[in-house]
Nanobody, 133 residues
Framework: QVQLLESGGGSVQAGGSLRLSCAVS????????MAWFRQAPGKERVGVAA????????YYAVAVKGRFTISQDNANNTLYLQMNSLKPEDTARYYC??????????????????????????WGQGTQVTVSS
């Protein structure tokens, strides 16, 4: 079992920055693929960034590439999402996900949605990000 707890959401103006954190506990060694998803009201949950923990490779959705950075702090078992140059369309609830996906599938999480949302193993409860214009 893996437990995920997100924090760091809030309200900012367009152009601002936020850093989301995801505290990871439990059987973290099995969570080779860590990712951030977001879900806006009335829309599907989509992947925005993924990190393959074994080698630190990172992957991004086109909509956030160059603005968001996913990273991990192994000493503190924490996953981060640094979000810069925020836009109103980034407004959503952001979720942390962990799974034992192989890298070639993890790489597609922010892109082609290789699995149905319900098929991913572990989720946090989410944290709200609101960007005003």
């Amino acid at each position: 079992q893996v437990q995920l707890l997100e924090s760091g959401g809030g309200s900012v103006q367009a152009g601002g920055s936020l850093r989301l954190s995801c505290a990871v506990s439990g059987n973290i060694r099995s969570s080779r693929c860590m990712a951030w998803f977001r879900q806006a009201p009335g829309k599907e949950r989509v992947g925005v960034a993924a990190l393959y923990t074994s080698d630190g490779s990172t992957y991004y959705a086109v909509a956030v590439k160059g603005r968001f950075t996913i990273s991990q702090d192994n000493a503190n078992n924490t996953l981060y999402l640094q979000m810069n140059s925020l836009k109103p369309e980034d407004t959503a609830r952001y979720y942390c996900m962990a799974d034992s996906l192989p890298e070639y599938i993890c790489a597609e999480v922010p892109g082609t949605a290789p699995r149905a949302i319900d098929d991913y193993k572990y989720w946090g409860q989410g944290t709200q990000v609101t960007v005003s214009s």
